[in-house]
């Protein structure tokens, strides 16, 4: 459902005193769109307007988005500030959109991690963490008078739930609409949300569907099943996996199908139009949509998932393969579910479906507006589907039937079958579990927020929904994170008793990771001002009171890799290169099989930092026990990405991540902000500042919406997303533009022409330099090593005062002439690379693109 854009409803609803008013003001607006609001959309707005607390725990397709504008347009209405949440902001930036649409740009603004738009506005929409750390931050005094939580069903999630249960607690004042299609029984949560409001709160539950669903289990092949539901009419169809690999093989095993006609084939190319697509998974993408079929999963690119949400939207796609990724929130039209299993792994072990993760993903089936009923299939298992073709191969002959040998399932195969399928249907969603964490950044804004400190976390430890034991668990936590940060002397108690900060903490500024004060203790391991001060004068890479690598920033890059969480993909393919590695120098040296197997266990992937970081891990916690409660986890991904001098593709084909370069993006992007957050500015240098900044670009040349789009919706502009355009993202911004940044890149360039250089490979250099050629390389080289033994590739050799950079007259020839200066063991820097930059063409790429024109003795 789209209301008609051209209706504005802020005007109308501004300045009425009465709810009937109100309400009646709304449903006359709803209808002039051709719109009549269902018995639970009218029950929960009359609540809402009365005042009171509302749950909504109604199916999908039953209305919740317009009872969320119902909301704010009450809350427009008496002057009070509203705030939209959701999970994730692909959903935040829809809401955003739509609401613009619906209440006028001036009156709505969206705040993330990253930044803020138009953040005074009256209606905000934001994720579930934005409001649960202003509600730690300001307590009951939060500007939020109204809170609107779209898939609520997140308080129940281990990791995130915490974020939608610290509103709850703390915004006393606030008026609370809770939705979701999968809540369960919620009378415990209501009944605390009125003692704590005092508000009424309403639960508006076990309503109809609109769009009923019809249920079916499948005992035919997939590819058959798809078949028979693209025949009978019943597409689009969501064909469900549970793992990326199996969404992308069965994606790739319909392409030889005939899934679209050639009008609707027509059709997609014409509205994906200039979309750029990468090399690799890019490339496999734009062959499978331009057949009707689409890929849908967590390890896409952003772009790459808007795309084929957007593909779905204007139902241009008639099957789409992923992971349940697509029940989340997003608007998505689909006919039919398919799913091909009703077994999943939890990351511990592989199990059945839950009745709510069940009952979300099918409630997907079903458009309301476009289908009179929904499908959902249930895939039968392989070997159930054989024994049942055997079975109606032997037909009614009881001798063909007692020699039927039936298929056993897998050794270890977590069976489901019919009556599996049957009881998730009828069985109601489990009953919300909390999942209340403290973590160091929670402390930090409840000290921020001054008052009884002590107070302040004593009631969100103890007053909260988790049981007794859990909350002693709680307790200690919180005095163990207070500890470690008056430690890290981020607190200190003042002469009155009352906790305070001892530095005032920037805007952005967040202990975002539960190691992060750790982290900052680790920083002044390395001596960090006469670090900072050396390199900036002299350049002196020296190592740090014999500790770290030698390379300042890079080891405070290190540090910050230690703390995230890991990109297991990256991890296990670089473990991958390193024991394929070892292998082979095992085999050189003679060492035997079994000898091979068992050196192999100790090979992982590189780990910089690890003795240092592991002991100071130790020392530190034996002050602070809590800190065990978290695995220190060193890596190299952003190092190991900027050492070897690769672009993003580059490193994605090195690695084969290509079914996982969303995985990568985002870790790089989290990195990005953790190292512009988390490292104090006086501990920044410049050749660290230039590694976040080449960083941060990076991310944003490779999907800007990650960085960018947040900024982009100061202005939206509705045409971009209107049916008749071609659906091709914004542009991100030069990659030039940022100067730091882009002369990393430059760097970046010609010191990977340095790397071959030393291992003497004119071969490879000629791959990086045609139109300089192998042989040229090949002269150079002899020249070079007739004078020196070796070549450095050290963090001296790809300083910044190794290049050397003449941008004298780019404004009118659009050229750096630089020059790359080669690191001799004699120290006489008498060799360098001579090349030009292309800025024209480096913004086309969102690269550096360069000429080598000259290697040659200065």
């Known amino acids: 459902m789209r209301l008609d854009d051209r209706i504005r409803l802020d005007e109308r609803v501004r300045g009425l005193d009465s709810p009937d008013d109100v309400f009646d003001v709304f449903v006359e607006w709803v209808e002039e769109s051709g719109i009549s609001l269902y018995p639970a959309q009218e029950e929960s707005l009359i609540g809402i307007v009365s005042g009171a607390n509302v749950i909504v725990s109604t199916p999908t397709g039953t209305g919740k988005s317009l009872i969320a504008v119902g909301a704010h347009a009450a809350a427009l209405a008496e002057g009070r500030r509203t705030f939209y949440t959701a999970p994730i902001k692909a959903l935040v930036s829809e809401k955003f959109f739509a609401l613009a649409d619906t209440f006028g740009a001036e009156n709505v603004g969206m705040m993330t991690g990253d930044s803020q738009v138009n953040a005074d506005a009256p209606i905000i929409c934001c994720t579930a963490e934005i409001l649960a750390n202003l509600a730690l931050r300001l307590g009951p005094d939060a500007p939020v008078d109204q809170v609107v939580m779209d898939e609520f069903h997140f308080y129940a999630d281990p990791d995130r739930g915490w974020a939608w249960q610290v509103p709850l607690l703390l915004l006393e004042r606030a008026q609370f609409i809770l939705m979701s299609a999968t809540l369960g029984d919620v009378s415990g949560i209501a009944d605390d949300l009125s003692r704590r409001t005092h508000r009424e709160t309403v639960a508006v539950t076990g309503v109809e569907r609109p769009v009923p669903l019809d249920y079916d289990y499948a005992l035919t092949p997939v590819h058959e099943t798809i078949a028979e539901l693209l025949d009978a009419g019943k597409a689009p169809v969501y064909v469900v996996h549970f793992s990326q690999k199996d969404a992308l093989e069965r994606a790739q095993a319909l392409a030889g199908a005939s899934v679209a006609s050639r009008e609707q084939r027509d059709a997609i190319a014409a509205a994906i139009g200039g979309f750029r697509f990468s090399s690799g998974f890019g490339q496999t993408l734009s062959r499978l949509l331009r057949l009707g079929i689409g890929v849908h999963h967590a390890g896409m690119l952003p772009k790459y998932r808007r795309l084929v949400e957007q593909l779905a939207q204007r139902g241009l796609l008639r099957v789409v393969c992923g992971t349940d990724t697509l029940g989340v929130g997003i608007n998505v039209p689909i006919r039919s579910v398919l799913l091909t299993a009703l077994t999943k792994f939890d990351g511990t072990k592989m199990r059945q479906l839950t009745a709510r993760e069940f009952h979300q993903i099918a409630g997907r089936a079903g458009r309301a507006g476009y289908d009179t009923a929904g499908t959902v299939v249930a895939q039968a298992p392989e070997h159930d589907i054989e024994n049942a073709r055997a079975v109606a191969k032997a037909g009614d002959d009881p001798k063909k039937k007692r020699k039927i040998v039936r298929k056993r399932a897998p050794e270890g195969f977590v069976s489901w079958g019919e009556p599996s399928f049957t009881r998730l249907i009828e069985a109601e969603p489990e009953t919300l579990t909390p999942h209340m964490q403290i973590t160091s950044a929670m402390i930090v804004n409840v000290i921020a927020r001054g008052g009884d400190v002590f107070g302040n976390v004593r009631t969100l430890v103890f007053d909260n929904h988790e049981p007794w034991r859990r909350q002693l668990e709680l307790a200690r936590r919180a005095l163990g994170i207070y500890r470690t940060l008056v430690t890290a002397g981020i607190v200190e108690k003042g002469s009155d008793g009352i906790p305070r900060l001892t530095v005032d903490l920037q805007p ?186 080449w960083l941060g670009e990076l991310v944003r040349q490779v999907d800007s919406s990650l960085l960018d789009e947040w900024e982009e919706l100061v202005h939206p502009d509705a045409t971009r997303f ?54 040229a390389w090949s002269q150079a080289l002899d020249g070079y090593y007739a004078e020196h033994d070796t070549m450095g590739t050290d963090a001296d050799a790809r300083s910044a005062a190794m290049l050397i950079v003449d941008e004298t007259d780019a404004a009118t020839s659009r050229l750096w002439r630089v020059r790359q200066i080669l690191s001799d063991p004699e120290g006489d820097h008498d060799w360098g690379i001579a090349a030009e930059v292309d800025l024209d063409a480096s913004d086309e790429a969102g690269t550096a693109v360069l000429r080598v024109t000259a290697v040659n003795r200065l």
């Open 508 to 693: 952005n500024f967040a202990l975002n990771q539960p190691l992060s004060p750790f982290a900052l203790s680790v920083f002044e391991l390395f001596s960090v001002a006469d670090d900072v001060e050396r390199s900036a004068e002299t350049g002196d890479r020296s190592e740090s009171n014999g500790l770290g690598t030698g390379d300042y920033a890079l080891d405070v890059v290190s540090v910050v890799e230690a703390t995230l969480d890991d990109p297991r993909p990256v991890l296990f393919a670089q473990q991958h290169l390193a024991r394929g590695e070892a292998i082979a120098a095992m085999k050189a040296e003679g060492i035997e099989y079994d000898e091979r197997m068992e050196l192999l266990e100790e090979v992982s992937w590189p780990k910089p930092l690890e003795g240092i970081l592991q002991q100071s891990f130790e020392v530190y916690s034996t002050s602070q026990p809590w800190v065990r409660d978290f695995e220190l986890s060193p890596k190299s991904v952003v190092r190991d990405l900027f050492e070897r001098a690769m672009t993003f593709g580059e490193y994605v084909s090195f690695y084969n991540l290509a079914r996982s370069e969303g995985v990568v993006l985002r870790y790089l992007s989290d990195a990005f902000r953790a190292l512009r957050q988390t490292v104090p500015d006086e501990a920044k240098n410049d050749e660290l500042r230039d590694v976040i900044d």
């Open 722 to 775: 209107a049916e008749e355009t071609a659906i091709v993202p914004p542009a991100p911004r030069t990659v030039t533009s940022n100067r730091r940044a882009f002369g990393v890149l430059v760097r970046n360039e010609l010191f990977r022409r340095v790397q071959w250089a030393a291992l003497d490979r004119p071969d490879k250099l000629g791959e990086l330099d045609p139109e300089f050629g192998e042989d």
